[in-house]
């Protein structure tokens, strides 16, 4: 069972500290500043669960749903050859916050393998609605809108290229598909194939890579990918599945492939799911059980300091960064999903090339 050495107090400030080495502006002459930050030796629970996972904390003693905890414990686990069962969880949960009506996914279900679309379809009956209300729920939905804008915003832009890292059965491809614009989607190998089997026709060029074994750079450019064009990249729900060599090689890639004006994603953190009854401890250990068992682990949670330091050492410049409460409140009030006791150690940072 987990004990969670965590802070009572997480508190945000906003800072005026410039977030670039050396101090200089980034090339679109964004001034470049973190809006959040917060103390990292108050943000590490000393044991992890796994991203998505319904976790535990202490802050804010609160029931949650043992079926919620049920989703996340409802898979086998990648393996080298099967495809990764996490990103099959957030699909579901996609899924069934379209259904809810807080996002718009309509492509989720379809992506849902069997066991799965029927377990979305048992989430909306009787008392098993309890798990679609949770907080780990409201933090993937802001999730998905934080990402959604970041594409959004870049398109507007005039950026022509998208390259969705570590896609699972993302469905921005064909959401937000526009006129000249290209979407990449790079995934592992195991993952990419079994999404093809069920995704719709169109959409993304499909980029198989395993990180930390395949070249990356070599596989968008066989792509057809442009280096010297302006790019968007997301990096949505893996950190923590990687090394931090991994993310800093990711980074460094993403980077070294980056024309002027292009810009980047990335999300950081677990689930946050607020809870410390007995139930969701039994929930929490289930969860537990199922990222020992699916290969999927936790390896990286870095706090914010941590996080935009690599950014720029790796040559980004982190323009924004925001907390999973404040995506929250920002995107999810107003819905049947919780919009307090969000725990602040996963946040998201918008970043340039620096
Ligand atoms: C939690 S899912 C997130 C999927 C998607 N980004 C989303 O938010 O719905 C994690 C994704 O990371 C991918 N992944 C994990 N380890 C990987 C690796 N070493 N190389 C490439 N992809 C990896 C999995 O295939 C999976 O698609």
Redesign the pocket.
């Known amino acids: 069972m987990a004990h969670y050495e965590y802070a009572r107090a997480h508190p945000l400030w906003e800072t005026a500290k410039n977030g670039c080495s050396a101090g200089q502006r980034c090339d679109r002459g964004h001034a470049c500043r973190s809006r959040l930050d917060h103390r990292p030796s108050q943000a590490r629970p000393r044991h992890t669960l796994g991203?998505?996972a319904v976790t535990q904390d202490p802050v804010s003693p609160r029931r949650t749903s043992a079926l919620g905890a049920a989703v996340v414990c409802h898979s086998f686990g990648?393996r080298r050859s099967t495809p990764?069962s996490?990103?099959q969880n957030?699909?579901l949960v996609r899924s069934h916050l379209t259904w809810l009506g807080v996002l718009d996914d309509r492509f989720a279900e379809g992506m849902l393998r069997p066991r799965w679309a029927l377990l979305e379809k048992g989430m909306r009956w009787g008392p098993a609605r309890r798990m679609g209300r949770n907080r780990t729920f409201a933090w993937l939905a802001a999730r998905t809108h934080f990402f959604d804008d970041a594409v959004t915003s870049a398109l507007a832009a005039g950026v022509r290229q998208v390259v969705v890292m570590?896609?699972?059965?993302?469905s921005r491809a064909w959401r937000l598909a526009h006129a000249g614009v290209r979407f990449y989607e790079v995934?592992?190998p195991a993952?990419q194939r079994d999404k093809r089997r069920r995704a719709p026709a169109g959409g993304p060029a499909y980029v198989p890579?395993?990180?930390?074994r395949d070249s990356l750079e070599d596989a968008l450019r066989l792509a057809g990918f442009r280096p010297d064009e302006p790019s968007v990249f997301t990096i949505?729900?893996?950190t923590m599945?990687?090394t931090e060599p991994q993310v800093r090689d990711l980074l460094e890639t993403v980077r070294r492939l980056s024309a002027p004006a292009s810009r980047l994603a990335v999300n950081y953190g677990l689930g946050v799911e607020a809870a410390a009854t007995r139930t969701s401890r039994v929930g929490a250990l289930l969860a537990r059980v199922q990222f020992a068992m699916s290969g999927?682990r936790i390896t990286y949670r870095p706090a914010v300091a941590q996080a935009e330091a690599l950014l720029r050492d790796t040559g980004w410049c982190p323009q924004e960064t925001r907390t999973a409460p404040d995506l929250v409140r920002e995107y999810v009030a107003g819905t049947t999903l919780p919009t307090t006791d969000i725990r602040p150690s996963a946040f998201a940072v918008n970043a340039v090339v620096s």
């Open positions: 991203d998505d990648m990764s996490t990103a957030v699909a570590a896609a699972g059965y993302d995934d592992h993952t890579v395993e990180f930390g949505e729900g893996v599945y990687l999927e």
